[in-house]
């Protein structure tokens, strides 16, 4: 069974510019979570989203958004980019957004914004 | 202020030695996660606690809740090498997996 992937895994942008990530649950995954990890932070909710609708939402600024779509797969996109939106993005997957689910985490994509 | 604390930070010890990551939080939750994170890696789920007085345990870890004193803990048994990692309790403050609030980590050492 494949695990979650994201794409793209590195990312070089420059401050001003957008950028969207994407991120495949495992199959048969209708829950999809966004986490921000930086070091002066650590990690970070971003958004849940479950068929389709955003469930929870972390508390960032509204340049940070994201959706999901029919096939579970999600996206989250970041316009405006600043050197603090720096960072390892992690997408987690589970069945269920219920805390009994557990969560299983894809390889994250690594943004250096310049 | 929601908080998760983690203690220690960073933890060196020896193989074979065994020790415990404590994690506190500052508000209600009966449910907490941990996970290990290898360098320049992903999360790996390691326990899922749902209940007060949960213990779980998976080879050299044993995870525990305890909901009233909001204190969860990791303990390590003989440790070895391969146990070298970050570790990271999250706990869920609003029922689903969408509002976890995450502790620093605890970096731990194991030397031989």
């Known amino acids: 069974k494949a695990g979650v992937t994201q794409t793209p895994r590195y990312l070089i942008k420059t401050r001003g510019q957008q950028v969207t990530l994407s991120c495949s649950p495992i199959s048969g995954h209708r829950s999809v979570s966004w986490y921000q990890q930086t070091p002066g932070q650590g990690l970070q909710f971003l958004f849940e989203y479950f068929s389709e609708t955003q469930r929870n939402k972390g508390n960032f600024p509204g340049r940070f958004s994201g959706r999901q779509f029919s096939n579970s797969r999600s996206e989250m996109n970041v316009s405006t980019l600043e050197l603090g939106d720096s960072a390892l993005y992690l997408c987690?997957?589970?069945?269920?957004?219920?805390?009994?689910?557990?969560?299983?985490f894809g390889p994250g994509t690594r943004l250096t914004v310049t | 202020e929601l908080k998760v604390e983690q203690n220690p930070l960073f933890l060196s010890m020896q193989e074979g030695k065994n020790y415990t990551i404590y994690c506190n939080y500052s508000?209600?939750?009966?449910?907490l996660y941990w996970y290990r994170q290898d360098p320049g890696k992903s999360l790996e789920s390691l326990f899922v606690l749902l209940s007060n007085g949960a213990v779980k345990q998976e080879g050299r870890l044993m995870a525990s809740l305890d909901t009233k004193a909001r204190l969860s803990t990791l303990h390590i048994t003989a440790a070895v090498h391969d146990l070298s990692a970050t570790y990271f309790c999250a706990v869920d403050i609003g029922g689903s997996q969408g509002n976890l609030i995450f502790g620093k980590g605890t970096k731990l050492s194991v030397k031989p």
């Open positions: 987690a997957s589970s069945l269920s957004p219920m805390s009994s689910y557990e969560q299983y």
């Open positions: 508000t209600t939750s009966d449910r």
